[in-house]
C-alpha cells in the first residue's frame, strides 16, 4: 500500500481559492494512479477528481469540472488539487487515494478502486 498525507485545507471566503496537496510514499510514484474524493457532513464520500499515472489525463466530476484542478509532481511524489472560485457546497473533508495503475493512461473515479487513502484535510467555504 502507500501512505498517503494531505495538506493544504483550511477556511476560505466564497471566491477563494486553496490548494490541496497529497505526499505519497512507499511505492514508486509514477505507478500509480491517484485520485481525490470529499464527504460533507452527513453525506457520503463522492468522487472529485482523478489524474492518471502520467499526469496525461485528468477527468472531474461535473460539480467541480472548470473550478478544480487535478496535478502531480512525480519527482516530489505529490498530487494537487487547485480549487478556485469555491463555493460553501464545496465544504467538505477532502481524501487523496491511490492504486496501482497498469498503464500510464489508466484513471479511476470509484471509491472502491483505490486501496489507500490519506487521513483527510478539512475545506471550510464560507459564505
Known amino acids: 500500500q502507500v501512505q498517503l498525507v494531505e495538506s493544504g485545507g483550511g477556511l476560505v471566503q466564497a471566491g477563494g481559492s486553496l490548494r490541496l496537496s497529497c505526499a505519497a510514499s512507499?511505492?514508486?510514484?509514477?505507478?500509480?494512479?491517484m485520485g481525490w474524493f470529499r464527504q460533507a457532513p452527513g453525506k457520503e464520500r463522492e468522487f472529485a477528481a482523478a489524474?492518471?499515472?502520467?499526469?496525461?489525463?485528468?477527468t472531474y466530476a461535473d460539480s467541480v469540472k472548470g473550478r478544480f484542478t487535478i496535478s502531480r509532481d512525480n519527482a516530489k511524489n505529490t498530487v494537487y488539487l487547485q480549487m478556485n472560485s469555491l463555493k460553501p457546497e464545496d465544504t467538505a473533508v477532502y481524501y487523496c487515494?491511490?492504486?496501482?495503475?497498469?498503464?500510464?493512461?489508466?484513471?479511476?473515479?470509484?471509491?472502491?478502486?483505490?486501496?489507500?487513502w490519506g487521513q483527510g484535510t478539512q475545506v471550510t467555504v464560507s459564505s
Open positions: 489524474i492518471s499515472r502520467s499526469g496525461g489525463r485528468t
Open positions: 487515494a491511490a492504486r496501482l495503475a497498469p498503464g500510464l493512461s489508466y484513471y479511476y473515479t470509484g471509491s472502491n478502486e483505490y486501496d489507500s
Open positions: 512507499g511505492r514508486t510514484f509514477s505507478t500509480i494512479a
